[in-house]
């Protein structure tokens, strides 16, 4: 069965510095992969979304990279700020997994400090 | 973007009674909609798909009968915990792809805390 890790349970960065999280599976590509954010007793937010025929994906201070090679996607916060703080999620989707469903990591719970 | 909520957004109930959950999509339809279970420190785990007008499509593990999914209109969805006990004490929380999202992003809804005593 397939397994996502993500690389540790917590970052704690300092503020301005470029946060990286991690996002490893096994076993089959997905067709696409997610990253969202939840913040402490609220449902997740979607930040981006790559394809497995992307490199790269960009949102102002976000990046996104997609290696099937490495069967690894990484998460890029640049110019962190403490408001960045949260837990963020990967979400692979496997064709054939049904319509739009999505299976999360255990997210990474980042600590951008002052 | 889309929104999606939920009601209530936390509730206290004694073992053995039933709690109903809401969730809807405020400004979009969704014909589809995805019910998560959270514990704390762990990542969201995919209860069931609610379809609407159809039955609900539930994960392995999940008890059909214990967690009743109803689809009634395009934008509304309900989870009900039947007989709930201690261990269902968690956070549940509604999604649906939003139509209009050529990138089957999901729109999550804030969340139900559920504390069953």
């Known amino acids: 069965s397939q397994k996502i890790e993500q690389n540790s349970e917590a970052l704690n960065i300092q503020e301005g510095k470029t946060a990286t999280l991690t996002c490893n599976y096994t076993?089959?590509?997905?067709?696409?992969l997610q990253w969202y954010r939840q913040d402490p007793g609220r449902g997740p937010v979607f930040l981006l979304l790559?394809?497995?025929?992307?490199k790269e994906k960009r949102k102002e201070r976000l990046k996104v990279t997609f290696d099937t090679t490495l069967k690894q996607s990484l998460f890029h916060i640049t110019a962190s700020q403490p408001a960045d703080s949260a837990t963020y999620l990967c979400?692979?989707?496997?064709?054939?997994?049904?319509?739009?469903?999505?299976?999360f990591g255990k997210g990474t719970k980042l600590s951008v400090i002052p | 973007g889309a929104v999606v909520s939920q009601h209530p957004s936390w509730v206290i109930c004694k073992s053995g009674t039933s709690v109903k959950i809401e969730c809807r999509s405020l400004?979009?339809?969704?014909?589809?909609m995805f019910w998560y279970r959270q514990f704390p420190k762990q990542s969201l785990m995919l209860m069931a798909t609610?379809?609407?007008?159809?039955?609900?499509?539930?994960e392995q593990g999940v008890e059909k009968d214990k967690f009743l999914i109803n689809h009634a209109s395009l934008t509304l969805s309900t989870l009900t915990v039947t007989s709930a006990h201690p261990e269902d004490s968690s956070f549940y929380i509604c999604?649906?792809?939003?139509?209009?999202?050529?990138?089957?992003?999901?729109?999550f809804g804030p969340g139900t805390r559920l504390t069953v005593l």
């Open positions: 400004d979009f339809q969704a014909t589809t």
């Open positions: 790559i394809r497995e025929n992307e």
């Open positions: 999604s649906a792809p939003s139509a209009s999202s050529s990138y089957n992003e999901q729109f």
């Open positions: 609610s379809n609407e007008g159809s039955k609900a499509t539930y």
């Open positions: 076993n089959y590509s997905p067709a696409y």
């Open positions: 979400a692979p989707s496997y064709s054939g997994a049904g319509s739009y469903q999505l299976t």
